[in-house]
C-alpha cells in the first residue's frame, strides 16, 4: 500500500540520519537523552531541577521541541544552561534531521549532557530514532494508570520511565505498581521511577540513571 | 515537496469523507461531537458522567478511539451507553473513514447524541475533520495554562474549550484567565468552559452548550 512505502522510505531515511547523530554524539563523548510524554507531564519542571542540582558536576545542553513558541527555551535560558528551541510548527514529533541541525547550531561542548525535549506527543515520538543515547518517557500521575497499554509503543520504545508529580498523588486515583507493572509487560524489565520534580522527591535515583543511560 | 502532496491528498480524501458523514448525521438528525485532548486529560469520566447526568433526556451513544484496549469502551458500556472501540493501532488520530465504519457497526438511532472520544493527542487530531457536528478541545489544569500557545491549530480549530479538573486547582500553577485569554487569541470568540468532571463543578454550562453545539 502506497501510504505505507511512504512511511517506510521516511523511517529508513531517519534512521538513517540518526545513526550519523548516533556516530557523532559518541565520538564527542554527548550523552543524549530523549525526554517524551504527553503535553504537561513536567518534563521542563525536570529539566529546571536538574540542571540547578546537577549541572555543576556535568555541563547540561538542552534542545526543545515544540509546535510553536519559545516559552520552554526561556525557561532553560532562566537557568543558565545552553539551549535551542526547535519549532516544528504542524509536525507532531522531532526527528533525526531536526537533532541534526540542533546540534549543529547549538553546539555542545565535548563530554556534555544533551537532553532533547521532544514534542509532547504519546504517539508519534515513538516512531522516530534521533540517534539519542537513551529514550525516557515521562508520565504523570494525573495522566492516568492504565496509559501504558494504551499507548504501548511508546512504553515500549522506552529506556527508562519516570513517573512525575508525585505530589500530586493525594488527591488522584493512580495506581503505580498497577502502571509499572503494565510498563513492564511492554517492555520487560525497564526501570520505573515515581518522583517529583516539584518537591524533588525520588531525583536522587534519577542522577543515578543519568551517570549511566545506556540503551535497553 | 512529494511529502506535503501526500499529506494534501489524504487530507483531501478524508475531507471529502467527512463531508459524506456531515450528509448522513444530518439526515439522521444525529449531533456528532468530537472530544480532543492530551491523554489523560479526563474525557472519559467526562462523558460517563454525561451519560448518567443527561442521557435520560437525549439517548447517548459512544464512539472510542485509543491505539490500543478497550478500557474505556468497557467503561462508557458500564453506564449503560451503546459504545464501540476502534484501535488505531500505531496511528494517531482518528479519521473520517475510521467514524463512518465506526457508526456503520454501531448504528446510532436517529435523533441520538454521538460523542467520538479521539485518541490522547493534542496535534494530529486537529487536523483531521470527521464530519462531527462540533470539536470540542478538553485540557486539565495539571496540564499547565500555557498549553493553547504551545499547540495553536488544536485551540484553533475548537468549537469549544472545557478546562477540566477543576478539583486539582488548588493544587497547581494555572491561570485559567491566562489560559481562557490565549485561546482566544487563537480563535476569537470561542466559548471557554471550567468544570470538574470528578465533582461535577461547571457541568450545567456543558450540558446547555450540548443543545445547541453548532460549529464556529
Avoid at 520552554?72 to 533525526?96: F, K, M
Avoid at 555542545?108 to 515520538?125: A, K, M, Y
Avoid at 504501548?152 to 498523588?169: E, R, S, T
Wanted: net charge negative; with cysteine.
Amino acid at each position: 500500500m502506497q501510504t505505507i512505502d511512504i512511511e517506510q522510505q521516511i523511517l529508513a531515511k531517519n534512521d538513517s540520519l540518526a545513526d550519523q547523530n548516533r556516530d557523532w554524539l559518541a565520538r564527542h563523548r554527548i550523552t543524549a537523552i530523549n525526554l517524551m510524554s504527553s503535553p504537561g507531564s513536567g518534563k521542563t519542571t525536570l529539566l529546571e531541577r536538574t540542571i540547578r542540582e546537577a549541572g555543576a558536576e556535568r555541563r547540561i545542553c538542552v534542545i526543545e521541541g515544540d509546535q510553536e513558541t519559545l516559552f520552554d527555551a526561556e525557561r532553560i535560558r532562566a537557568t543558565g544552561a545552553p539551549v535551542l528551541q526547535v519549532n516544528t510548527g504542524a509536525g507532531c514529533h522531532l526527528d533525526a534531521d531536526m537533532l541534526r541541525r540542533g546540534v549543529q547550531a547549538l553546539d555542545p561542548p565535548d563530554g556534555s549532557l544533551l537532553f532533547v525535549e521532544n514534542v509532547g506527543n504519546l504517539v508519534c515520538p515513538a516512531l522516530f530514532d534521533l540517534g539519542e543515547s537513551g529514550k525516557v518517557v515521562v508520565i504523570s500521575v494525573t495522566e492516568g494508570d492504565e496509559k501504558p497499554l494504551k499507548y504501548p509503543h511508546m512504553f515500549a520504545a522506552a529506556d527508562l520511565i519516570v513517573i512525575n508529580k508525585l505530589d500530586l498523588l493525594p488527591y488522584v486515583d493512580f495506581d503505580i505498581n498497577r502502571c509499572e507493572k503494565d510498563a513492564q509487560s511492554l517492555n520487560s524489565g525497564v526501570q520505573v521511577l515515581p518522583l517529583s520534580a516539584k518537591t524533588g522527591a525520588g531525583m536522587a535515583a534519577w542522577y543515578s540513571w543519568l551517570q549511566s543511560p545506556s540503551r535497553r
